[in-house]
């Protein structure tokens, strides 16, 4: 068989992939028995894509082209996520240069993933919004875990517009109402959802039986000439490709200036005071009532959770402008937004 082939070609890929993996690296490169790599990646606490760890995904897939190794599946080493897209510590209160650097960076790795002249594949093992749903959608095929994960496109839900290369992908692959529908509410699917819309192809009981779906996918092509499969796939994405690369300044101008809408931005901070991880001290420079307004709403729906209407907390500190913040051991104030007294 042909794969069987690839792999006795590969075999001694298996010690420089066992060096790979020893460096402190977000992405665990295996080849198996059949040659298909699988890149797990592991970039504490949720696969986010960081600059890093984009140009760290852009040397895998170079690794895995410049050795001719024939099919890949991307999946999560983690047990709940498979990626929360794109890292809010890129994108809150950006610098111009690097956000733009950080962008290019991220057109580049896009076009490299699904323009790849290797079989593409994606075992999506958890939680899959915004980049990483379109780090999926941009493989061939998509198995998602049952579970209560979901996978979509929240960007709106962000102050965020996706790009239009995301877009149209979104549209080539679920048909154009449900495409709008999701992208403008903002909606999550389940993967019961996601696969009536065809947002994916098979729905998994765990990452192992996701990742032998997948290895079923990649088998058909035993029986299809490499050529005719890599050129077909060629014709089919190659036109976006170009698009992209037309109008890669113009896609990034648009971007930024989304990013540093305030609107964004508030939506930015509220992401991040609501982790300690990345609630970075540098963030807080100097005193905001809006920013400390925001960040009490994000402590009080860590304490509270569900009881706690974190987003509407936030929604009334942009209203009255930090005028009125909320103290979590102080009921008067934080009365409006418990849901269930
Ligand atoms: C081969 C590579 C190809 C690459 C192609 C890449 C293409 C990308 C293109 C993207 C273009 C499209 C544009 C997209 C816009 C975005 O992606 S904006 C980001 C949108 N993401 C989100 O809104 C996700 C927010 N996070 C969540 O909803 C949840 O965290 C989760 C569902 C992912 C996980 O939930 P849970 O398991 O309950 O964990 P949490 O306690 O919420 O989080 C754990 C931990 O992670 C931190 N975190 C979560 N998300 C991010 C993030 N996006 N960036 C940075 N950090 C994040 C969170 O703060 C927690 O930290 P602590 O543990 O509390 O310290």
Redesign the pocket.
């Known amino acids: 068989m042909l794969l069987r082939r690839v792999y006795k070609q590969h075999r001694w890929l298996a010690s420089h992939v066992k060096f790979l993996s020893t460096q402190k690296s977000s992405i665990d490169i295996k080849v198996d028995n059949d040659g298909i790599a699988i890149l797990n990646l592991q970039r504490p606490?949720?696969n986010?894509?960081s600059m890093d760890f984009l140009k760290e995904?852009s040397k895998s897939?170079d690794f895995v082209e410049n050795n001719k190794i024939t099919a890949m599946i991307?999946t999560s080493a983690f047990p709940?996520?498979f990626s929360?897209?794109?890292?809010?510590?890129e994108v809150y209160k950006p610098d111009a240069v690097r956000f733009k650097e950080f962008w290019t960076t991220?057109q580049e790795?896009?076009m490299k993933?699904f323009g790849a002249r290797f079989i593409t594949a994606a075992a999506i093992n958890g939680?899959s919004?915004?980049?990483g749903c379109?780090?999926a959608m941009?493989c061939e095929y998509r198995v998602m875990i049952k579970g209560t994960f979901t996978i979509g496109m929240?960007?709106t839900s962000?102050g965020?517009i996706?790009?239009t290369w995301?877009m149209e992908l979104v549209k080539n692959t679920i048909n154009v109402r449900d495409a709008e529908y999701a992208f403008t509410t903002s909606r999550m699917f389940t993967p019961e959802e996601a696969l009536k819309v065809r947002l994916i192809d098979e729905i998994a009981a765990d990452k192992d039986d996701a990742i032998a779906k997948c290895k079923r996918f990649i088998k058909k092509f035993d029986e299809i000439t490499p050529s005719a499969r890599i050129n077909t796939k060629m014709k089919l994405r190659g036109p976006a490709i170009k698009k992209l690369q037309n109008t890669r300044q113009e896609d990034t101008e648009e971007i930024y200036q989304l990013v540093i809408h305030p609107d964004t931005q508030k939506v930015a901070i509220f992401?991040l005071y609501?982790?300690?991880?990345?609630a970075n001290p540098a963030i807080i420079t100097g005193y905001d009532p809006m920013e400390v307004c925001i960040e009490n709403c994000a402590q009080c729906k860590k304490m509270l959770g569900a009881w706690f209407e974190g987003q509407l907390c936030a929604e009334s500190c942009i209203k009255y402008r930090g005028k009125m913040i909320p103290d979590c051991e102080n009921y008067a104030s934080i009365s409006p937004f418990l849901n269930k007294l």
Request: aromatic residues 8%; hydrophobic residues 55%; proline residues 10%.
């Open positions: 606490p949720v986010s894509f995904l897939l991307l709940r996520v929360a897209g794109l890292d809010i510590n991220l790795v896009w993933l939680q919004p915004a980049g379109l780090m941009s929240n960007e962000l965020l996706a790009p995301f992401q609501s982790s300690p991880v990345s």
